[in-house]
């Protein structure tokens, strides 16, 4: 049985609550990726969408973007996830964790995605409107230039 705590930060309050899913709750959350989003509505949020950010499994282990799957791997880093150089250019060997979340992640990281405020349908119409009336200057402006249209002939020379 999966079970998960999962911290859920909202960009726009800058907080974030912790909410604990098993079992049933648990299982859509199995096999997606950093990166994915998934609606708020099996977490409890309806109405929002969420999207992965990032985890730890059981012994702590944070979950990388750049590795593939759902395994332990020990990768040479230079920074980011997992690894943070006290000089420039220093790299190590770490021990981290794919980016596929299973059954061992304990700690799902997930935030809050902001929807774009939608428009009146008064506010759509004006806009609607202004591409119209860029074109219908640009039929007139050429309208204009046909009937300005003068050949030039090269002089006659004897």
Known sequence: MAKFKLIISDP???????????????QPLIGRKIGETVDGFLVGL????????GGSDKDGIPMRFD?????RVKAILSGGVGFHPQR???????LVRGNTITD?????????????????????KEEIKKPVEKVEKKVRKVKLEEKVKVEHKAPKTA
Do not use: F, H, Y
């Not at 309806?46 to 950010?53: A, E, K, R, V, Y």
């Not at 590795?67 to 395994?71: F, N, R, S």
């Open 12 to 26: 726009k309050s800058s907080k974030s609550q912790v909410i604990e899913v098993e079992g049933v709750k648990a």
């Open 67 to 71: 590795i593939q799957g759902g395994v």
């Open 104 to 124: 061992e992640i304990v700690q799902v990281n997930m935030s809050i995605l902001q929807k774009p405020i939608e428009k009146k349908p008064e506010e759509k």
């Open 88 to 94: 420039r250019g220093e790299r190590m060997r770490k």
């Open 46 to 53: 309806s109405g929002q969408d969420l999207q992965i950010t």
